[in-house]
């Protein structure tokens, strides 16, 4: 998982797609659901702090 697009399709593969519209939003809507995912065990640590890693760093970005 190297990509924004990465952790998108990871939250897919679970059922959850998330756009609203807004993009700091939708970044703070898809931490919540990998740190649900975590919380629940169907993700391994290593994806869990890389897809947080990724979303932090899109976060902190300039649009």
């Known amino acids: 998982m190297k990509t924004l697009f990465d952790v998108m399709q990871l ?3 679970y059922g959850t797609v998330i ?3 807004d ?3 939708d970044l703070a809507l898809m931490e919540d659901e ?3 995912l975590y919380r629940m065990q169907f993700i391994s640590a290593k994806d869990f702090s ?3 890693l ?3 760093q899109r976060k902190n970005e300039k649009n």
């Open 11 to 13: 939250l897919k593969s």
């Open 19 to 21: 756009y609203t519209g």
């Open 23 to 25: 993009r700091q939003a």
């Open 34 to 36: 990998i740190k649900e």
């Open 50 to 52: 890389t897809a947080l």
């Open 54 to 56: 990724i979303l932090r």
